[in-house]
């Protein structure tokens, strides 16, 4: 504790006096040392022993967000060898799923929320928060720039420029508007808890609008339409909990304006939840039909009005049709952020849509940069892209072809590195390679399997169309942030014992094992307590039981106990006393 | 309940057919009948027994104003012989004692609200509520100008044009600048659910811009600097809850900043509460600088810049000091709202400060209208004014003196309509005006006195001295809300048996008893757990024990079921958990 003390007082000194931590990092930077670590968890925990310059000094991590890929990983990094930064624009960490049920007031805002510093408090690790806003990333010199969003009378935008050794990116993405007009101006979106809020009093306001005196019959059924656009889970869990709150608890407030209560929800394809199993999709579909809700498939938007949403059909000659509105809330698709999108610019991925990283998550080309959840993609290496590195590291002898001994030992690396080898053989109900290059040989004996390049490239041919990207959902981003958190923790013991699959490329082996994403299934609300699930293994289950499953998988996974208590209260207050509907 | 539809029905006629409603009402008002009810909770509920020729038609009360008044007047009414239309900016009642509360996350905003819908719901009176703001109101007409305040893609701000046939305007005040420069521009105000949540961000942005690294200490003091203008009530409850905020919940999370805060009260009296009984102002004062709050009385604040506040010192010369802050809270005075000004000019009140009503609540001048809570004041009648009125009318025979016999007549009378008669005797301790006579008569018998006008004049000189304008609190708004409420449903029985006192200057008695205020004490949270209360009769209780009647008075006084739930859970929730910090 002394030590750590006398430490603190150290890194307070550099803090409070930037242009030496400055020197201090250029100096540590130029002294090329990659990897420099306190000896984290052992008795000497303060006496840095590093090889490079920087005695004495952490290595500075900077994370930039607080949602569930920076949260996950701030609550996973457990090494007091680093120095950490969090910078966002948002003081607190959210969670997310129960967005929807905050819009209709089933949850209130603050019960989803938890403080970032609440978060980090009692960590032995050295957590700093800093409430800002990143603008720009400087790669080459190992900066970010970043800008508070305090206004008022506190002072102007003060820009603050933190250096880093690590940076770890996981400021999510923006709501994508597709570049369609009028989107940006005219809709809500479902991202931050300010969305929500903001959904829940116009939602109010379209009611009590409607039920002013002097309208005609048109514009109050004009005013009480809500369009939801996009039939994933979000906006299928929006309009179901829409229709809740209008027929348990605004109805009986507002029954002159009832019947000319409308929900339409639109979806470009041709079904909603197309991303679930199809006893889902039917079964959200024939529920939302009797309750109402008007659910058009292949239903293209291409602009919105202040009044008036304009569709296309997909099919059938791609009529165009336009429907007055009250409110649109927009529910498809994420976009990358600007920050991100000049950060692409700047690493030379201006050609790609989302930030790339390897299977490490690291930006592909920059050891230090890290980028997880929604604002990255893991950009999986492709077999085919390898296959000659692949079949030479793994025929030892150098004989030009692979006996079965030669495979044995390599076998486990290429599953490894190579995730979609496995799964195509698991989808083709085959046990092992072998089966696969028999395929490729015909029926020769197991023994006396031996392939040359061309023959391995054929049987491996088909691998990499197993290969997808992982959704953009909280699980994924969650998961990311714990491995990152698990890497950094480890980081100094695996780099001397690397435990990663071999580098086929390269020499030697992987410092980490690639990142592997465990999909433990998805719920679709879907209104008046009934939750369609996908679990694992293609098991559906749906009806009242799954919603109580609902309630308790996400009363667990909240964040604090007060987040907990607050939310399973904010349940029981709505089954006694129901939403509330003051325009506040 | 079959007639009740019928009616129904033709209300909604007229309704939905606003030139015929507005013809009958003109028809209505020139026939000049001034009382014209249905027989209220009689047989023949429905059909209107009326001397006029609106006929058919309930007598249309628009209540102006969600507040105290407002909503204790919906409350109470229960004569199913109007038909009320509420309209106000808010669509709900707000529990405003507990304002303070929430600006710290103490109780959240949505503990304290009731939506007003829910509250008129179940009576068996016909109550419309609109979303509108009334802009105008035209006494000559009896028409009230709304402009809804519902904006966005919902169309344009709709103007509503009411009919009544009784106003009761209920709109509150604002909060008054002095119009001193930069206090509307910089400080905030502590009025509205609004106000309340933007002061908690504020507070949490004060303390995340002072952590941000590159402050000068300087700075940073001056953006944790908070300063509360006013030593009333709610300035002393706010600055109590902010240090308990800060000193309970704040610096665990913000350790670094700790030192930098202050609080500063500004008031500019020598005292703080000075509403108050002393000993209750001392142990305030004493507290606060236990605490380390900075009470500062006898400074008056002079102008507000955007970074400091300057005031001037009442005593002593006079001197004008600055000091820099980060935030200011204004809670000191209430002024007229803009739409009560216009009003004032146009009955002839222009020079008044405040709009007059005489005892019964009435805006003097006009019958129909009625003015309570914060926006109107009691212009009580002196006994000065009417003496001549009262000897008269108590001179039965004409003699030109007064006897004892005829004083025993009006002596109910006088003290029910010039209640400072009463209070007058209270103070001197006479038991009754015979006393007062007597001393003006020197130590003549009993039963001999007997008083001239000059002599009765001069008994009755100091009387008004004892007249007060009631203090603007919700205790005060909510009695007037339930006193006219109650006059309301009586109006009819009370036309053919009146109630009230002789009337001194006309002829017959008045209808009603004049508006009594009862006090039932007042509390003062001082933070810590520490209330002072004062009670009728002097009563004072300091300490803990208060703090808990404290906590079972508000519960109780809550508006309905679910906030008394939600406020206790919140109470409960601050126990175990401490306030939430999100910047949300």
């Known amino acids: 504790m002394q030590r750590m003390t006398v430490f603190q007082r150290f890194s307070r000194t550099f803090r409070e006096n930037p242009s030496l931590a400055k020197m201090l990092v250029v100096f540590t930077v130029s002294g090329g040392g990659l990897m420099a670590y306190s000896e984290a968890k052992s008795e000497n925990e303060m006496n840095i022993v590093d090889s490079t310059e920087a005695e004495g000094k952490k290595k500075r991590v900077v994370v930039l967000g607080t949602g569930w890929a920076g949260t996950s990983f701030l609550k996973n990094l457990k090494n007091s060898s680093y ?25 209130e805002s603050r019960s989803i929320v938890e403080p970032i510093r609440n978060i980090v408090r009692k960590k032995n690790v050295d957590v700093h928060y800093w409430e ?37 990116i996981g400021i999510g993405a923006r709501a994508n508007t597709f570049n369609i007009p009028g989107v940006a101006e005219n809709c809500h979106f479902l991202k931050e808890i300010e969305d929500a809020q903001r959904i829940r009093r116009t939602v109010i306001d379209c009611f009590e609008r409607a039920n002013l005196p002097n309208l005609s019959e048109e514009e109050r059924k004009r005013i009480l339409h809500f369009v939801v656009v996009g039939g994933g889970p979000a906006g299928v869990e929006f309009a179901a909990e829409l229709h809740d709150y209008v027929t348990e608890d605004l109805v009986k407030l507002y029954p002159k304006v009832k019947d000319a209560v409308k929900i339409t929800l639109l979806e470009a394809t041709d079904h909603i939840l197309n991303m679930f199993d199809k006893r889902i999709t039917v079964f959200a579909e024939e529920k939302f039909q009797r309750d109402g809700i008007d659910v058009k498939t292949g239903a293209m938007v291409v602009k919105v009005s202040d009044k008036e949403i304009s569709t296309k059909e997909v099919k059938n000659g791609g009529a165009i049709s336009s429907v007055p509105y009250g409110m649109v809330v927009w529910a498809t698709g994420i976009g990358t952020r600007p920050v991100i999108m000049d950060f692409m610019k700047q ?40 296959i000659w590195a692949i079949f030479r590291k793994a025929d030892k002898d150098n004989s030009g072809t692979l006996t079965v001994k030669e495979f044995q030992e390599v076998l486990a690396d290429i599953c490894e590195r190579y995730p979609q080898v496995g799964l195509y053989l698991k989808n083709r109900q085959m046990r092992s390679l072998f089966d696969l290059l028999k395929d490729s040989k015909g029926d020769a004996v197991k023994e006396s399997v031996e392939v040359n390049l061309e023959e391995f490239k054929a049987a491996l041919s088909q691998v990499d169309s197993q290969m997808k990207n992982l959704p953009a959902t909280a699980q994924v981003a969650a998961q990311q942030g714990s491995y990152l958190a698990d890497c950094f923790n480890r980081m100094e013991e695996c ?10 490329r390269g020499e030697g082996r992987h410092r980490f094992r690639p990142f592997r994403y465990k999909h433990f299934g998805q719920f679709a609300p879907l ?33 604090s106990w007060r987040t907990r208590a607050l939310v399973i209260s904010d349940w029981g207050r709505r089954f006694i006393f129901g939403r509330d509907s003051s325009g506040i």
Do not use: H
Not at 534 to 548: C, E, F, H, K, R
């Open 83 to 107: 120095d950490v930064q969090v910078i966002s624009p948002r003081n607190y960490f959210a969670f997310t799923p129960l967005l929807p049920s905050v819009t209709c007031g089933t949850v």
């Open 495 to 504: 780099e001397k014992n690397p435990e990663g699959p071999l580098r086929f």
């Open 132 to 168: 800002a806003e990143c603008f720009k990333i400087d790669a080459e010199n190992k900066k970010v720039y970043c800008r508070s969003n305090l206004t008022s009378n506190l002072g102007e935008k003060e820009e603050i420029v933190v250096d880093y050794d690590y940076l770890v």
């Open 347 to 386: 690493i030379g991925q201006a050609n790609r849509r989302v930030l790339a990283t390897d299977e490490w998550l690291r930006v592909e080309g920059y050891d230090g940069i890290y980028a997880l959840g929604d604002c990255a993609t893991i950009n999986q290496r492709k077999v085919m892209e390898d």
């Open 527 to 559: 209104g008046g307590e009934q939750t369609a699930a996908q679990l694992p293994g293609d098991w559906v289950s749906i009806g009242q039981s799954t919603q109580w499953l609902w309630y308790s998988v996400y009363a667990s996974k909240l964040v």
